[in-house]
């Protein structure tokens, strides 16, 4: 079963508005982490922002934020004031707590490309 | 902060040739370091967990005898990819484990062609 869900292949946004990119994930664990990622046509992984199983506050860096509804185990991110330079992809990833062998492991979603227009 | 420096950027092979990887850990101890293939426009898959010291750990589906990996130290893994074929062509990446909890440093990536 998928772990994590990234439904969007593709998103467009305008340059200046906010966009939400969709991640939903699934584990049966307590403590989890989830991560978001952003990667150029580089291909480097650009950490852009965590957010803990148990962590109250949704997360938030600079024009970053997560949307965290647990019950709903959705982790969206919302990038506001888009620039050009945020065209990329996106990826969505889980690290699932102690125990086992998954811990350390991150598991990836497909990923969304997200493209800024002028 | 803490940098993962990954050697080749690129590499052209021959097929049937071998291909050594190195990411090395420059400002910190790195005890686990988890290699991942990326493919054109695709997420990243783990092929394989290394902790320093100790035998790798792989997914299921790769072959360890044709991706092997070596974690003699703290600060450097090494990915060889053996008798390379167009079909391990790919996109590979690595990336250490730090202590706290969103301690993840990826190295920048090689692109192998395979010829």
């Known amino acids: 079963a998928q772990k994590i869900t990234q439904t969007q292949p593709g998103m467009f946004v305008q340059e200046k508005e906010a966009v939400t990119l969709d991640c939903t994930y699934d584990?049966?664990?307590?403590?989890?982490?989830l991560f978001w990622y952003k990667q150029p046509s580089s291909g480097e992984m650009i950490f852009l922002i965590y957010q803990g199983s148990y962590d109250q506050q949704n997360a938030t860096e600079g024009r970053y934020s997560l949307n965290f509804q647990k019950a709903r185990k959705s982790a969206n991110l919302v990038i506001s004031a888009s620039q050009l330079g945020d065209s990329a992809m996106y990826f969505c990833?889980?690290?699932?707590?102690?125990?086992?062998?998954?811990?350390?492991?991150?598991?990836f979603g497909q990923g969304t490309i997200l493209t800024v227009h002028p | 902060g803490a940098v993962v420096s990954q050697h080749p950027s690129w590499v052209i092979c021959k097929s049937g040739t071998s291909v050594k990887i190195e990411c090395r850990s420059l400002?910190?101890?790195?005890?686990?370091m988890f290699w991942y293939r990326q493919f054109p426009k695709q997420s990243l898959m783990l092929m394989a967990t290394s902790n320093e010291g100790s035998k790798a750990t792989y997914e299921q589906g790769v072959e360890k005898d044709k991706f092997l990996i070596n974690h003699a130290s703290l600060t450097l893994s090494t990915l060889t990819v053996t008798s390379a074929h167009p079909e391990d062509s790919s996109f590979y990446i690595c990336s250490a484990k730090r202590q706290e909890n969103y301690g993840y440093t990826f190295g920048s990536g090689t692109r192998l062609t395979v010829v």
């Open positions: 584990t049966s664990d307590p403590s989890y982490g």
């Open positions: 400002d910190f101890q790195a005890t686990t």
């Open positions: 990833a889980m690290r699932e707590g102690i125990g086992g062998t998954s811990y350390g492991k991150l598991t």
